[in-house]
């Protein structure tokens, strides 16, 4: 089973911008898709983007959709979420996620990493 490790949150003003990482370990990462979801106080966890084990495919929320930009590093045993543009709003904990496929990451994911912290301010 894969293992997932984020890092890269922290805290940012409005308009600005931050890059997580999500490096994984244990089983092949290659065949995975993997894809971040965020959880803020209150609110049920959210889907952010999914990426599909080539690369190929991605999948955005409404919500971040033209601003957050999902990316599988070099090595393929990376996965990036780009956020710029960020607002109050995205504040949560941020997790990567890892399965089988892209498309239903958020039901059957195989794997949650730890979590990391973004925090907006106005």
């Known amino acids: 089973q894969v293992q997932l490790v984020e890092s890269g949150g922290g805290l940012v003003q409005a308009g600005g911008s931050l890059r997580l990482s999500c490096a994984a370990s244990g089983r092949t990462f290659s065949n995975y898709a993997m894809g971040w979801f965020r959880q803020a106080p209150e609110k049920e966890r959210e889907f952010v983007a999914a990426?599909?084990?080539?690369?190929?495919?991605?999948y955005y929320g409404d919500s971040v959709k033209g601003r957050f930009t999902i990316s599988r590093g070099n090595v393929k045993n990376t996965v990036y979420l780009q956020m710029n543009s960020l607002k109050p709003e995205d504040t949560a904990v941020y997790y990567c996620?890892?399965?089988?496929?892209?498309?239903?990451?958020?039901?059957?994911?195989?794997?949650w990493g730890q979590g990391t912290q973004v925090t907006v301010s106005d």
């Open positions: 996620a890892a399965g089988q496929y892209a498309i239903n990451l958020s039901d059957a994911a195989d794997a």
């Open positions: 990426i599909s084990s080539s690369g190929s495919i991605t």
